[in-house]
């Protein structure tokens, strides 16, 4: 599509291969969704878009390259809600984790699950909560690192049973999930996107999901209201983020794209597969983007103050 204005290179965007940052692991549900993102985006663009995993840290690695990349629309960065917790999270980071960043638009919020390996001796919430209470920090509960989804679901699920479990960090819930699969941890509250077809083989148990209803993609699921945790509730916001100073008009034309790509109809019916949905498509530009990301960073802070638990 022809822009309204713009210098010339802004104009003739894209002129070659874009990457699009995760900073979480390879095959796990912020790739899975960038994947699909960036497949469609592409098309649209008449350009590859490469996904790139820079894991680490809750996702700060990742953003960090993103925030120090050039302005110039071929270094993205596809994140999620840890963007809104890391500004308070993290005391020491080598970028500016608020100004950073230019936003291109939402694209996804994803319901959550809490499960368990397979022979963990609880089939319901209420049970695996009384196997928690009484487990106590002899349970490891696998994340993947401070500010990511599964860390601040942690949180959440272990404040709502007032019990501490220990906590095992990986780059990524790709990894975190091949160990619950093996058995070498106990417990993850994970996205949709990357337990939905493990729950479906039956190679984890599953307690409930995050949402006040239930999901079309596992409808056999309770929620956590069901389960006698009204409380838990998370779900995961992802949007796109391009380094500060990249032009608008160059970030107009990404969010136009992403618009597009957010109702491709191969990435439509993976989402729903995996027990989300595209945003609608007035949440996929820049200036609701942002709202929204500063609103959340708002609504972190004294949650996260509270508990008192920083990365250092
Ligand atoms: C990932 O892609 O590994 C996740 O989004 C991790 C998480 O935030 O729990």
């Known amino acids: 599509a022809p822009l309204a204005a713009g210098p010339a290179a802004a104009q003739q965007f894209p002129g070659r291969t874009i990457t699009m940052i995760v900073p979480f692991a390879a095959g796990g549900p912020t790739d899975t969704v960038a994947r699909l993102v960036a497949e469609a985006m592409g098309r649209e663009l008449g350009q590859t878009v490469v996904v790139e995993n820079a894991g680490g840290a809750g996702g700060t690695i990742g953003a960090q390259r993103v925030a120090n990349a050039r302005p110039d629309g071929y270094t993205l960065l596809l994140h999620h809600i840890g963007m809104a917790t890391a500004p308070t999270l993290y005391r020491r980071l080598a970028y500016d984790p608020v100004n950073g960043f230019e936003t291109v638009g939402l694209v996804t919020e994803v319901p959550m699950t809490l499960v368990a390996r397979k022979d963990f001796p609880a089939n319901t919430l209420q049970e695996a ?29 272990m404040k709502s049973v007032d019990t501490a479990m220990t906590t095992v960090p990986f780059r ?104 989300t949905t595209p945003v609608a498509q007035e949440r996929a530009t820049p200036e609701a983007h942002r709202q929204f990301w500063m609103a959340d960073i708002a609504k972190w802070k004294p949650i996260i103050q509270a508990a008192g638990q920083y990365a250092d």
């Open 172 to 275: 990524g819930t790709a990894p975190a999930m091949q160990e619950l699969l093996s058995g070498r941890v106990d417990l993850l509250c994970d996205q949709t996107t990357n337990t939905t077809e493990q729950i479906k083989a039956g190679e984890v148990k599953v307690f409930t999901v995050t949402t006040p209803e239930r999901l079309a993609a596992l409808p056999d699921v309770p929620t956590s209201t069901e389960g006698g945790l009204p409380d838990f509730q998370v779900s995961v916001w992802h949007g796109l983020y391009a380094p500060k100073g990249t032009p608008a008009a160059v970030t107009q034309r990404l969010s136009q794209a992403l618009q597009v790509a957010l109702r491709d109809p191969r990435l439509v019916s993976r989402f729903a597969e995996l027990g």
């Open 129 to 157: 909560v009384a196997v928690i209470r009484r487990e106590k920090d002899k349970l490891n509960y696998a994340n993947a690192g401070i500010g990511a989804a599964s860390h601040l679901c942690g949180l959440l699920l």
